[in-house]
Structures are given as C-alpha cells and as structure tokens.
Nanobody, 122 residues
Framework: QVQLVESGGGLVQPGGSLRLSCTGSGLPWDLYAIGWFRQAPGKEREGVSCISSSDRRRNGADSAKGRFTASRDSAKNTVFLQLNSLKPEDTAVYYC???????????????WGKGTQVTVSS
C-alpha cells in the first residue's frame, strides 16, 4: 500500500520559515517525481514545486520561485519543501504527491498525501 505522509506545517509569522517533509512508503521512491501542491479555502489547487526522481529538474508556481525550494533525501524516502519569506497569502493546506515520469506540476499525479496546514499570520 502506497502512503505519503506530510509533516512540518504550523503557524508562522510573516517573513518566517518552515520546512515541510513528505515521507513515502510502498513505492520505489527513486523512480517517482514528487510534487508539492497547496490549496487555500475557496481557491484552486496550485502546484508549488515539483521535483524529478533524479533531483535534477524542478518547476512550480511563479509565486514560489525564489522563496520555496524542494529537495530530496533518497536514503530517507523523503522530499522536503523549504518555505522562506512566508506571506499571509501562502496560508493553505500543503500536499505532496507522486507520479512516474516527468516532474511537471501541470501533469496528473498518482498518489497523494493528506496534507499539512500552513498558516501565516501575525
């Protein structure tokens, strides 16, 4: 059974940082691209950062560029999302997802975690 579990969310002040983790089991981790997505209340889901199985290619939302960075630790079956310079508009539930093939956030992802809440507020 495939499982993706996110952790690391919480309440942070504007300008602060968080590091989210996504740990997978039940799938050949090194063969899967991992995507980070977010969804705020009343808004469509948005691809934040998607990283290839080889850790060489990433893409994601313009709003995340320069602030959010995805990285992989294959030894731990974990992908991280470092969130810096957080803004109130970054408040959302953050999900990780996995797919074979290209790591494009626009493509369909096969497996999904349940999400972790990130709230940016003073």
């Amino acid at each position: 059974q495939v499982q993706l579990v996110e952790s690391g969310g919480g309440l942070v002040q504007p300008g602060g940082s968080l590091r989210l983790s996504c740990t997978g089991s039940g799938l050949p981790w090194d063969l899967y691209a991992i995507g980070w997505f977010r969804q705020a209340p009343g808004k469509e889901r948005e691809g934040v950062s998607c990283i290839s199985s080889s850790d060489r290619r990433r893409n994601g939302a313009d709003s995340a560029k320069g602030r959010f960075t995805a990285s992989r630790d294959s030894a731990k079956n974990t992908v991280f999302l470092q969130l810096n310079s957080l803004k109130p508009e970054d408040t959302a539930v953050y999900y990780c997802a996995a797919r074979r093939g290209q790591a494009m956030c626009e493509l369909e992802y096969e497996y999904w975690g349940k999400g972790t809440q990130v709230t940016v507020s003073s």
